[in-house]
Structure formats: structure tokens, C-alpha cells
């Protein structure tokens, strides 16, 4: 018996060191793993924060092919400019640019805004006709991705996608999940032919500069028909300026960055409390745009500021737009072929 004892005894010693042996090898594949992913999400932010400065813009946007028999190619269109991105927002998982055209005569306009959200799970999507939804996704969906949310002028929603950012020699690429978004500014005056402009975008970072790719499709949605009309090339190229003076933008965002500050602490409050947008009608967009623009050159902190600032600009917005609460909380799901109907 006591051989019997001494033998299982020294089998439990074998068992608990084996153990021991094995956990200490789980653990720093574990922390390995940690340590993995924080390296990729540096990288990650690296190539963002990157793209802010000081640069000369070329966009250029070609229809290189027709997908509808009776359509014929729109010429190409080509312009040059100049922008400043700034930082608004560094977190650990948001950063947010913010996009301001400058000319030679040091006039200021306020342009889009970019925010991107690591692993965030929910967002504006949007579904034809200026309407935007709230959407929502799995976690395991967006797990390693960032979602891009791109603003409008009035600091609307624009459009929405999420992907993940991948790190070559020389370079670092995000490509979108496929998303919808609304005619681009240098069609909505001039077309009226199709109303949804299906596009992947892929945003390239290099050393001297970065590139918007835009593969994008036009299409009409509508309850009676539904076909493409074209597929279009769409290349950004920003190149580093060192000549232009900067210097009116900065000048424009310390004295209006409080204003854009709370427009945009409104809309994140619409986002929380509404699950639809939609502009009442054609040409809405442009007038809010004007609208804010005129109160943020005119805007005193010692004149407004705070909730009564906050509770101004809710009421210009729903001058312009209709908003529908959210339905008991209901989520809807990620589907870039949403046509508004549940």
C-alpha cells in the first residue's frame, strides 16, 4: 500500500509540473498576442494622424466605362487646390481631421471632416435620397477595422464604411467595405440622373503625401427601377506644400473651432437619440452649410455659449432636416443595398 501511495504520489507530482510547464507557455503567447495587436494599432494610427498638414490637392474623377445601353460617358473633370487637415481629436481609439481649403488670397472654407473609430460597432449608413440611418454591426465584424465616418460641411453625415489598414514597405492602405453615399458636391447642381453613388474608397499613405482612391458606381435606386449607369475612377493625390501661407486656417479655427465644437456635440447627440436624417428637399444641404458658416463667422462666446448655443443650432438644424426618434432602441443591421424600407 505505502509503494502504492508513493507511486501515485510522485504521478501527481509529474501531473502539476506538466501543468505548470504548460501554463507558463500559455501566458506569454497571450501577452504576445497582446503586444501584436497594440504594434498594428500604433501602426495603424500612425498612418492617420499622417495625412493631417499642409497640401496641394489634384482631384481628378473619370467615368471610364458605361453599364447602362443608353448612357453616355460624362467628361472627366480635373481641379487643383490647396487644404489644411487638422487635428481635432486624438484618443486611442478616435482621431478626427478636419479638412480646410485655403487659396492664395488666404480665403477660409471649411471643408469635410474624417473621423475614424477603431473597432466602433455603429454608425450612419446611407440609404438614397439624402436620408442617412443609424446602423449597427457585430462586434466580430468590425474586429480589427476602423470605421471611416466622413461629414459634411454642416458636419452632417456623409457616408460611412469600416475596414482594416494594412502596412507594406514604402506604404500603409485602408480599403472600405463597399458604402453608399450621396452625389458627390461637384455633381449635385449639375445631375439628376442617378441618386446613389456606390463606391469601395481606399486611402494610401506615403512618405510625401497621401491618395483617396474612389471606385465608385452610379445608380438609380427608385421602387420601379433599379440599374448602374457608369463606373468611375475617382484619385485624390496630396502632396506636400511648403509655399503656401496656412496660417488663415489656423486663424479661422481659433476663432470659430468653439462654434464647429458645439455643432458638432449636437449632431453626436442626434446620433444617440434619432435613428433617421433625411434633408426636407433638394438643395437643403447647401443652405445648412451656408447657415452655420454665416453664425460660426459671426460667433461670440461672450454673446452665446453652452446649452443655449447647443439648443440655436438643433433648431437651424431641423429647419433643414427631419429627424425620426429611434424605434424602442431598434438597432438596424449594416446592408449597403438598404432602401429604406424595414
Known amino acids: 500500500m505505502n509503494l502504492l501511495w508513493l507511486r501515485l504520489s510522485f504521478l ?5 509540473f506538466s501543468l505548470m510547464t504548460l501554463l507558463s507557455t500559455i501566458e506569454p503567447i497571450t501577452l504576445h498576442s497582446e503586444n501584436i495587436k ?4 500604433a501602426e495603424d494610427r500612425k498612418a492617420i494622424l499622417s495625412m493631417a498638414g499642409n497640401w496641394k490637392v489634384v482631384y481628378r474623377f473619370n467615368e471610364i466605362f458605361s453599364l447602362y445601353p443608353a448612357y453616355s460617358l460624362y467628361p472627366s473633370y480635373t481641379v487643383k487646390g ?3 487637415v487638422i487635428v481635432l481629436e486624438d484618443k486611442d481609439r478616435h482621431i ?3 479638412h480646410l481649403l485655403v487659396d492664395s488670397r488666404g480665403i477660409v472654407i471649411k471643408h469635410w471632416r474624417e473621423d475614424w473609430d477603431y473597432e466602433r460597432a455603429t454608425f450612419w449608413s446611407y440609404t438614397a435620397d439624402n436620408c442617412w440611418r443609424s446602423v449597427v454591426l457585430e462586434p466580430a465584424e468590425v474586429k480589427g477595422c476602423w470605421v471611416q465616418t466622413v461629414w459634411n460641411v454642416d458636419d452632417a453625415p456623409r457616408y460611412a464604411s469600416y475596414g482594416k489598414w494594412t ?6 492602405e485602408w480599403t472600405s467595405h463597399k458604402l453608399w453615399r450621396p452625389l458627390p458636391r461637384r455633381e449635385t447642381t449639375r445631375r439628376s440622373d442617378y441618386n446613389v453613388m456606390e463606391s469601395v474608397m ?3 499613405v506615403l512618405q510625401q503625401g497621401w491618395i483617396l482612391q ?3 458606381e452610379k445608380w438609380v435606386y427608385d421602387h420601379s427601377k433599379e440599374h448602374a449607369l457608369a463606373r468611375e475612377l475617382g484619385v485624390i493625390i496630396y502632396q506636400k506644400e511648403n509655399k503656401l501661407d496656412f496660417s488663415p486656417a489656423v486663424r479661422y479655427m481659433q476663432k470659430t473651432g468653439p462654434f464647429w465644437e458645439a455643432v458638432r456635440a449636437v449632431w453626436n447627440n442626434i446620433f444617440v437619440e434619432y435613428q433617421e436624417v433625411k434633408y426636407k428637399g433638394r438643395g437643403e444641404a447647401r443652405k445648412l452649410a451656408e ?3 454665416e453664425e460660426a463667422t459671426k460667433f461670440d462666446t461672450m454673446t452665446k455659449s453652452g446649452e443655449d448655443l447647443k439648443a440655436s443650432i438643433l433648431s437651424w438644424i431641423k429647419e433643414y432636416c427631419i429627424l425620426t426618434p429611434a424605434k424602442n432602441g431598434k438597432a438596424l443591421s449594416y446592408n449597403p443595398h438598404f432602401n429604406g424600407e424595414e
Open 12 to 16: 501527481m507530482l509529474h501531473v502539476f
Open 38 to 41: 497594440n504594434d498594428i494599432l
Open 82 to 84: 490647396y487644404e489644411k
Open 96 to 98: 478626427s481631421l478636419q
Open 167 to 172: 502596412h507594406e514597405e514604402g506604404y500603409s
Open 202 to 204: 481606399h486611402q494610401i
Open 214 to 216: 474612389e471606385d465608385n
Open 291 to 293: 447657415k452655420l458658416t
